[in-house]
């Protein structure tokens, strides 16, 4: 079955740590996508990418970077420059031409400790 | 600034209620405008969706009414069961990108 995985499912950073989050998807979409969530405040976009080697900043991308070296993969890495990391995480793609809407990952859920 | 205006923010709902949450957009180039059901600790998953040109779309018990001149659009619930508690979040769609609302989190008590 085609999807987007997410790991890890649970992830803990301590102060001045940077950490990665995995995304990965088989369903030959286009574009990728990293959001996060906070309690009340909807899906924020923290980057995204169209094509493979190429991505732009969302609205919160301060204290994060990605890579997209694949089509495949997306990783979102949390630098210790994010002053409040806790939150969320949730990857999504798409394909790029038409109306077509999002395919979420399960999410990561990161805690600083 | 919220492209995507999404209330109320919670709802509850007798079992086989009608559940009700809006959303309103101000930019005209928005073309398509899905809906997201979201458990806890899951991703959203996509419910149903609409294009402008149409006016209702339903699907079993989920209707998705658009108001193009109004710039408004809403998920309506019928006969709502205790397995549909969960976040609800409305989108729109403008070129590659989506803006979503806030999201209600909706509680149907049995």
């Known amino acids: 079955d085609g999807g987007i995985t997410q790991s890890p499912k649970y992830l803990f950073r301590k102060e001045g740590q940077n950490v990665t989050l995995s995304c990965e998807q088989n369903l030959n979409h286009d574009a990728m996508y990293w959001y996060r969530q906070d309690p009340g405040q909807g899906l924020r976009l923290i980057y995204y990418s169209q094509i493979v080697n190429d991505f732009q900043k969302g609205d919160i991308a301060e204290g994060y970077s990605v890579s997209r070296e694949k089509k495949e993969s997306f990783p979102l890495t949390v630098t210790s420059a994010q002053k409040n990391p806790t939150a969320f995480y949730l990857c999504?793609?798409?394909?790029?031409?038409?109306?077509?809407?999002?395919?979420f990952g399960s999410g990561t859920r990161l805690t600083v400790v | 600034q919220q492209q995507v205006k999404q209330s109320p923010q919670s709802l509850i709902v007798q079992k086989g209620g009608i559940s009700i949450i809006n959303c309103a957009y101000e930019n005209t180039a928005f073309d398509y405008f899905p809906w997201y059901q979201q458990f806890p600790g899951k991703g959203p998953a996509l419910l149903i969706a609409i294009r402008p040109d149409v006016s209702e779309k339903k699907e079993g018990r989920f209707t998705i009414s658009f108001n193009k001149s109004a710039k408004q659009f809403s998920l309506h619930i019928m006969d709502s069961q205790p397995g549909d508690s969960a976040t609800y979040f409305c989108a729109a769609l403008t070129g590659n990108q989506f803006y979503f609302g806030t999201g209600t989190s909706l509680t149907v008590i049995p």
């Open positions: 999504a793609s798409r394909k790029n031409r038409g109306t077509y809407g999002y395919t």
